[in-house]
């Protein structure tokens, strides 16, 4: 390996990152792969994957605990082993690791566990990590692409420990609290906060934003606040965070509401207000790379960055930060620079995905985005309730609403709130990829019953079709 000049370099292995380096052998290049912490990076071991085990855990203790009332199934008394909660979250997270490493093996990827520097526009200097031995120092390749991520971020002053927590601790605190404060409402803060009480922790959450879920749409956010604050979560909007301190055993925040002081007491505060890209510390200034004024590294419709050898992909170059999204866009790299693509990429089939319960999906413009560009649009939305799998399967939470321009019906939107939506948010994103219209959403028959009936009946109601509603 030390004599290997590589037609691409990768560095991270998260989703852009790992399927980029695959795809990219598949078009025939030799690849490496720099990881400084575990293979499948932030997504597979610290983000997506453990964290929708905690979810499933906490939704299944959701099922058991009203599994009395509902179902006519009679249940003792609850033990709660909390620890062995987090232990099978870790384990998907582990099974998942040794997964890519397989799939790296499997295409002949070279994959190195070292921090990386970028030497020069084709050299990428390698220093150890923690308990890895380093085998090389350097590397060499033809084109090195960026796929280090995002990191946690904190207010000003704020240290995780003491009871503080970022999403990141939370995944291996295996110490249930009961209270807990979440600062912000954004994906990560509402999973955590719906985790938490789902196992009976008392949990508020606090968002600066006149609305959870700042920027989606303002009938979805405030179906999910009402959701919420069904299940117990006292939820304070247009709150914003002041400071932090002690107050004996418990950790204390102050936050203001129109110029007005509050203090806030609980066991533990989770922070979850945004993710920084990695882009520092990894040389790309030397080198020519600009960043803006966010640290996202600044990137052409071909992903190449202002030093032509250098490619960047996922959040470290724009948001939304979404594994997804840097999956599609690490395949759309290596394609591109392998000349089997046209440059370009739409974000605008990129879904936004929140995994709490009820769950929330959204692809494309919502109601208001569309009126502000200037599109006349029909809507149609059909709440869960007139769905019969919905009634018999207990899960009417929520509705569906599609929007779609009103000239030509194309559906150029949608947003779901209920359970499953992010499976069911699939189904629009495939019609939006082809320019459906509610007119072929409409009529194609969806069966029954399923919690998919839902888009065929928005479909059909922004037409002044409905049946069942």
């Not at 499933?56 to 008394?77: L, P």
């Not at 350097?138 to 927590?165: N, Q, Y």
């Not at 919905?390 to 599609?402: M, P």
């Not at 320019?435 to 399923?450: C, D, L, M, N, S």
Request: net charge negative; aromatic share 6%.
């Amino acid at each position: 390996m030390p004599n290997t000049r590589y037609d691409l370099a990768v560095i991270g292995s998260g989703p852009g990152g790992y399927k980029a380096a695959i795809r990219a052998t598949q078009l025939k290049m030799k690849v490496a792969v720099v990881e400084r912490d575990r293979a499948g990076g932030v997504c597979l071991n610290w983000g997506c994957i453990p964290s929708k085990s905690l979810l499933n855990s906490a939704e299944t203790m959701e099922t058991i605990r009203g599994a009395g009332k509902e179902h006519g199934i009679e249940v003792g008394d609850i033990t709660l082993n909390f620890k062995r909660v987090i232990e099978r979250s870790r384990e998907a997270a582990a099974k998942l690791e040794k997964g890519v490493r397989y799939l790296f093996k499997k295409n002949k990827i070279d994959f190195f566990e070292a921090n990386a520097t970028v030497g020069d526009p084709h050299t990428i200097k390698l220093t150890q990590t923690e308990g890895k031995p380093l085998t090389q120092d350097r590397i060499e390749a033809e084109k090195i692409l960026i796929a280090a991520g995002s990191g946690e971020r904190l207010f000003p002053g704020m240290k995780v420990g003491d009871g503080v927590l970022t999403s990141r601790e939370a995944l291996v605190y295996d110490r249930l609290p009961d209270s807990m404060i979440v600062i912000g409402a954004g994906a990560v803060g509402l999973e955590f906060a719906y985790f938490y009480q789902a196992f009976g922790t008392k949990v508020t959450v606090v968002e600066l934003e006149k609305q959870m879920l700042p920027g989606m749409d303002a009938e979805i956010a405030e179906e999910l606040r009402r959701a919420f604050v069904k299940r117990g979560i006292k939820v304070m909007l247009g709150h914003g965070y002041k400071a932090i301190g002690r107050n004996g055993d418990l950790v204390t925040v102050t936050v203001s509401e129109n110029g007005k002081d509050q203090t806030l007491d609980a066991e533990s505060v989770l922070v979850a207000v945004g993710r920084s890209p990695l882009s520092t510390a990894i040389g790309l200034e030397s080198v020519g790379v600009e960043l803006d004024r966010g640290g996202f590294v600044k990137v052409d419709d071909s992903f190449r960055t202002t030093c032509p050898s250098i490619y960047a992909i996922g959040d470290v170059i724009r948001p939304p930060l979404l594994a997804h999204k840097a999956s599609a866009e690490g395949i759309a790299a290596v394609e591109i620079m392998a000349g089997v693509r046209q440059p370009g990429f739409d974000l605008s089939i990129i879904p936004a995905c929140i995994y709490c319960e009820p769950e929330v999906a959204s692809v494309g413009m919502n109601e208001a985005q569309a009126k502000e560009a200037g599109i006349e649009v029909k809507v149609g939305k059909i709440p869960f309730r007139a769905v019969g799998k919905a009634v018999a399967v207990n899960h009417t939470e929520g509705f569906v609403k599609l929007v779609a321009s009103k000239q030509y019906g194309e559906v150029i939107g949608c947003q779901i709130i209920g359970h499953g939506a992010t499976d069911l948010i699939s189904e629009v994103m495939m019609g939006k990829a082809l320019e459906a219209t509610t007119i072929e959403f409409g009529k194609t028959v969806h069966p029954h019953p399923t919690m998919s009936e839902a888009i065929m009946e928005a479909a059909l109601a922004a037409d002044g079709e409905s049946i069942d509603y």
